[in-house]
């Protein structure tokens, strides 16, 4: 071969090594870090693809296009783990690392209390930095969400207090199916005989049972509240209880006022003022207002059914007849200490 042969021969390879050497340089700073930190949500069932958009958007990955192929034949596309999660920009291998196993999603864990109402959790929620607004729009217009045994409009009853996880950008819709899951979770076959043993529809069980957890100063208590409740019902007396008042008027249950007249508020949750139940639950029952209503301690020990409650003096005062209710109440509540 000719010397000047030899030498193209030489710079057209010395070329193609230094354009190749060019190339992954530039793919390793294209795969390279950032800098970048940012809070990032995998959604489940996300490919390749749309995960690498997300990384380049929040500002993690230089090329989404390279990460996705990467993704993709190394395997590691089928074992991307959804949830949320606080990454830094350190470079795209590291990433695919921290995605598949590498690293635990962020979780918040949050305790709704029992007998709170739907605006209540969803002021929780809000305090978390989670979507409140958003999770009581579905609670009140919940469309297919909605179980076919809840006859009302909204939610409310059916949001099982409990203590939940969710990821750090859980929507709304998210944490209203975790509520009702969990609540589905009561309805257990023993508890679903008793309802047909009682004659209780689901919807008429946690109506009544919003009630009684209102009502109960202590899960002792509940029992007999709920037998008071139904042997009105039966009777087809007023429940005249003070927090179905508080619904109607969106107040909490110290803020009734009878010089007020709130007590006369034309409103079908208004029990002073309409028999049987309201058209539904005042706020969500835990488990032990549940099973009282299913466990209810209906007589006195002579046989006599309880009708009338009170609190007074930290206790619960049961009366079986009008006239010794009134005799309790004037010795007990209204008498001077």
Same mark, same amino acid.
Not at 76 to 89: D, H, M, N, S
């Given at each position: 071969m000719p010397e000047g042969s030899r030498k193209w021969l030489w710079r057209g390879v010395l070329a193609l090594f230094l354009t190749f050497a060019l190339l992954l340089a530039y793919a390793l700073w294209l795969l390279g870090p950032t800098g970048k930190k940012a809070l990032v949500r995998i959604p489940r069932g996300a490919k390749g693809a749309e995960v690498a958009r997300l990384l380049e958007e929040a500002g993690l990955l230089r090329s989404g296009y390279l990460f996705s192929a990467y993704l993709r034949f190394s395997g590691r596309e089928r074992r991307l783990v959804p949830g949320v999660y606080r990454l830094k920009g350190e470079g795209a291998f &590291?990433? !695919? &690392?921290?995605?598949?196993?590498? %690293?635990? $999603?962020?979780? @918040?864990?949050?305790?709704f209390p029992e007998g709170e109402r739907a605006r209540d959790y969803a002021a929780r929620l809000s305090q978390a930095g989670l979507d409140g607004e958003g999770f009581l729009g579905l609670v009140e217009n919940p469309g297919p969400l909605k179980p076919p045994y809840v006859e009302g409009k909204t939610l409310?009853?059916?949001l099982f207090p409990a203590t939940y996880t969710f =990821? @750090? @950008?859980? $929507?709304?819709? %998210? #944490? #209203?199916?975790?509520?009702?899951? &969990?609540?589905? !979770? %009561?309805?257990? $076959? $023993?508890v679903r005989a008793l309802l047909a043993e009682r004659g209780l529809s689901v919807h008429a069980w946690v109506t009544l049972a919003s009630i009684v957890q209102a009502e109960a100063g202590s899960e002792a208590e509940m029992p007999y509240i709920a037998g008071v409740f139904l042997n009105r019902l039966e009777r087809g007396m007023p429940l005249q209880a003070d927090p179905t008042v508080a619904y109607a008027l969106g107040k909490r249950l110290p803020e009734l006022s009878r010089r007020a007249g709130d007590f006369a508020v034309d409103s079908p949750y208004n029990t002073y003022r309409y028999a049987g139940l309201p058209p539904g639950p005042i706020g969500n029952p835990g488990r032990a207002a549940l099973l009282a209503v299913l466990n209810p301690i209906r007589q006195d020990p002579k046989g006599r059914p309880y009708l009338y409650?009170?609190?007074a003096q930290g206790?619960?005062?049961?009366? !079986? =007849?009008?006239?010794?209710?009134?005799? =309790?109440? !004037?010795?007990? &509540?209204?008498?001077s200490p």
């Amino acid at each position: 071969m000719p010397e000047g042969s030899r030498k193209w021969l030489w710079r057209g390879v010395l070329a193609l090594f230094l354009t190749f050497a060019l190339l992954l340089a530039y793919a390793l700073w294209l795969l390279g870090p950032t800098g970048k930190k940012a809070l990032v949500r995998i959604p489940r069932g996300a490919k390749g693809a749309e995960v690498a958009r997300l990384l380049e958007e929040a500002g993690l990955l230089r090329s989404g296009y390279l990460f996705s192929a990467y993704l993709r034949f190394s395997g590691r596309e089928r074992r991307l783990v959804p949830g949320v999660y606080r990454l830094k920009g350190e470079g795209a291998f &590291r990433l !695919a &690392r921290a995605l598949t196993g590498g %690293e635990k $999603p962020l979780t @918040l864990t949050l305790t709704f209390p029992e007998g709170e109402r739907a605006r209540d959790y969803a002021a929780r929620l809000s305090q978390a930095g989670l979507d409140g607004e958003g999770f009581l729009g579905l609670v009140e217009n919940p469309g297919p969400l909605k179980p076919p045994y809840v006859e009302g409009k909204t939610l409310e009853g059916f949001l099982f207090p409990a203590t939940y996880t969710f =990821d @750090l @950008l859980a $929507p709304p819709e %998210e #944490v #209203v199916r975790a509520m009702l899951r &969990r609540f589905e !979770a %009561e309805l257990t $076959p $023993p508890v679903r005989a008793l309802l047909a043993e009682r004659g209780l529809s689901v919807h008429a069980w946690v109506t009544l049972a919003s009630i009684v957890q209102a009502e109960a100063g202590s899960e002792a208590e509940m029992p007999y509240i709920a037998g008071v409740f139904l042997n009105r019902l039966e009777r087809g007396m007023p429940l005249q209880a003070d927090p179905t008042v508080a619904y109607a008027l969106g107040k909490r249950l110290p803020e009734l006022s009878r010089r007020a007249g709130d007590f006369a508020v034309d409103s079908p949750y208004n029990t002073y003022r309409y028999a049987g139940l309201p058209p539904g639950p005042i706020g969500n029952p835990g488990r032990a207002a549940l099973l009282a209503v299913l466990n209810p301690i209906r007589q006195d020990p002579k046989g006599r059914p309880y009708l009338y409650f009170f609190h007074a003096q930290g206790r619960l005062y049961l009366n !079986a =007849d009008f006239a010794a209710h009134l005799q =309790d109440l !004037a010795r007990y &509540r209204y008498s001077s200490p």
